[in-house]
């Protein structure tokens, strides 16, 4: 029998959800050191309150849906797990629970019943693979957001892949640029080596971004101290990499990324243009991690969300991004009539 509690509480460092998700179709999102610092971090500086969804077969877990639940707008919003730091959404179900939920189609309603009353719901970003996952879940009508993510496939050797993928124009002024940086400068491209460098790192980070971006969230306090207790966390566990480039020993360059599964999930960039600009760093450290990341069986290198036009220079191709919108209420049907345009697009940086 399928038991289904939603908590506001949840050990995502316990052995069994480790075990879950390490057996689910899910993302680097969801990794045990994401969620729980999302929730820790993130949730009480934005006013959400956590809804996490656990379907257990009697002592069994089975599946865990993270959502969050917030007013905006003066709706309250049941929605996944985002607040501008997660790029994509999925449930982290078991492929026994897929298979019951397929099989027996009440058990949505009976999932459903154990939501809290809520007028909207919003689940997005949902990569293709994950959406039939959250639709054995959830009634939303789906509909394409209008961003993708953008990913390239990695294959050895490196040099062929660079010429089979690589913007011809952009390569070469890259080697150029290296070539020359190199001769007449110590350029050294390191990772972060323990949870103290990686976290001092990301602090570094957030400085190098400072007014380049309008509406930056790792400007905010909270946002930068998750981000920071990601890169410690993972640095220990090999979850998340920061890597730091460095000329003559001054930064030139950060960039943190969190690794799921053969894939190297790009999250973030800081670069020092006003000393190093000339030499593209921004662009000199993206290949040189797709190099290291190849050499290490490396898979694939995930631009991640956001339709920056460099992604495309570097063979990316892109991945439409998708949303499940819905209501539960009179309030929420309306809102949803008169403000779709507006509450599908808002919420993917800070919404």
Not at 23 to 33: D, R, T
Not at 244 to 273: E, M, N, P, R
């Amino acid at each position: 029998m399928l038991h289904i509690h939603c908590e506001t509480k949840y050990d995502f460092g316990a052995a069994e959800f480790a075990a879950l998700f390490d057996g689910a179709q899910a993302s680097g999102f969801q990794h045990p050191i994401w969620l729980g610092n999302f929730y820790n971090l993130m949730c009480p500086e934005q006013g959400a309150q956590a809804c996490i969804v656990t379907l257990r077969d009697d002592d069994r877990l089975l599946g865990v849906v993270p959502l969050i639940l917030r007013n905006k707008s003066g709706l309250r919003l049941l929605e996944t797990t985002d607040l501008g730091v997660s790029d994509y959404a999925a449930p982290v179900l078991s492929d026994e629970l897929q298979d019951m939920l397929v099989r027996e189609p009440a058990l949505k309603q009976q999932f459903q019943s154990h939501l809290p009353a809520h007028d909207v719901l919003r689940i997005r970003p949902i990569r293709d693979e994950h959406l039939p996952q959250w639709q054995l879940l959830f009634d939303g009508v789906a509909q394409k957001l209008d961003f993708s993510a953008h990913a390239v496939e990695l294959a050895e050797p490196f040099d062929e892949w660079r010429v089979a993928h690589l913007d011809r124009s952009m390569a070469s002024q890259m080697k150029r640029k290296a070539k020359r940086w190199q001769k007449q400068h110590d350029v050294e491209l390191g990772r972060a080596a323990d949870a103290s460098q990686a976290k001092a790192a990301i602090f570094e980070l957030a400085a190098l971004r400072t007014g380049r971006f309008d509406g930056d969230p790792i400007q905010q306090n909270a946002v930068r101290q998750f981000y920071e207790q990601v890169a410690a966390m993972g640095a220990d566990t090999g979850f998340a990499e920061t890597w730091i480039l460095k000329s003559d020993g001054d930064i030139a360059a950060i960039v943190f990324g969190i690794t799921h599964k053969g894939s190297f999930l790009y999250l973030l960039i800081g670069c020092d243009y006003e000393q190093h600009g000339r030499h593209s760093p921004g662009l000199q450290i993206y290949d040189w991690l797709i190099q290291d990341w190849m050499g290490r069986n490396g898979t694939s290198f995930d631009f991640t969300i956001g339709d920056e036009p460099f992604k495309a220079q570097f063979g990316t191709q892109a991945h439409g991004m998708n949303m499940l919108l819905g209501s539960r209420s009179l309030k929420g049907k309306f809102a949803l009539a008169f403000f779709k345009g507006r509450i599908a697009r808002t919420g993917g940086s800070d919404g």
